[in-house]
């Protein structure tokens, strides 16, 4: 299948998941043909998430499932986004982790020493939040000792919710806001959309071209791309309605029903 014109003139296309290639366990329409397409364009393709509780090898295993080609170096979750920032430093230290276990291998695989679970854990140089099923108030505790010994205060996102069939669980910001609450201190960054450090990891891995990021969510989707400095795509088939679309400060740079309709035209 040929791609739309618009489409055409980008090398790399950045494509976020839920409500772009997914909703819930099934792929939307026409999005296992337009990443197809994209690849036999010779498009770079890479996905890109704010999930916190999933590795990229469990993205990897879900987007096969679904009917997607996917190698794990494609995908860029917040964890993967955070391993590329630390591992940048030539300060590694010690690190207190609130998180998903995915989240503290990718700060151990950044080269930092982990101290959950040691008498230092007080005593870390850095403390990375994330929301996890398991957050309770010993970690709450540590993380706010830390803080106020002086560690360095990092969050994966600051999104509110994010979304679960039950209803809105809350977020990495919401744990986030909690320790800034209980420090009196903001974190120094946080790394997912629309933060430009997923946008970073990802120029790392696809290196130069023209990109295109592709997303359901003007405030992190189409926000993110303008920060990074790259064109962007909005997909009707997530939380936005055309009408928000139109009323949208930044404008994405184009819009469509869906990821099917957006590449194959
Ligand atoms: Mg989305």
Not at 167 to 177: C, E, F, I, K, Q
Not at 243 to 251: F, G, Q, S, V
Request: with cysteine.
């Amino acid at each position: 299948m040929p791609l739309s014109p618009a489409l055409a003139r980008y090398d790399n296309v950045l494509l976020d998941l839920d409500g772009c290639l997914w909703v819930g366990e099934e792929a939307l329409d026409g999005a296992v043909g337009a990443v197809a397409a994209l690849r036999d364009a010779g498009k770079g393709v890479a996905f890109l998430t704010n999930d916190v509780r999933h590795t990229p090898e469990d993205f990897v295993r879900k987007l096969w499932r679904l009917g997607f080609q996917a190698a794990v170096n494609e995908v860029v979750t917040c964890g993967a986004a955070l391993q590329f920032v630390l591992a940048e430093r030539t300060e590694r230290g010690a690190a207190f982790v609130i998180g998903s276990q995915a989240l503290v291998d990718h700060v151990a695989d950044a080269g930092l020493r982990i101290v959950n679970n040691t008498e230092f854990a007080t005593r870390a140089d850095l403390v990375v939040v994330g929301a996890h099923e398991e957050f309770d108030f010993r970690e709450l505790r540590i993380a706010t000792q830390a803080v106020l010994r002086g560690a360095e205060l990092i969050g994966v996102t600051r999104d509110r919710t994010f979304p679960m069939p039950d209803g809105p669980w809350p977020g990495s910001g919401a744990v986030l806001a909690a320790v800034e609450e209980a420090t009196g201190r903001r974190a120094e960054r946080t790394v997912g959309k629309p933060e430009p450090d997923m946008y970073a990891t990802v120029r790392d891995r696809l290196g130069e071209g023209r990109y295109l990021a592709v997303g359901d969510r003007l405030d992190v989707d189409v926000v993110g791309a303008r920060r990074a400095g790259i064109d962007s795509a909005l997909v009707l088939t997530g939380v936005t309605t055309r009408i928000e679309a139109d009323a949208a400060d930044p404008r994405p740079t184009h819009v469509a029903e869906s990821l099917g309709a957006l590449v194959l035209g």
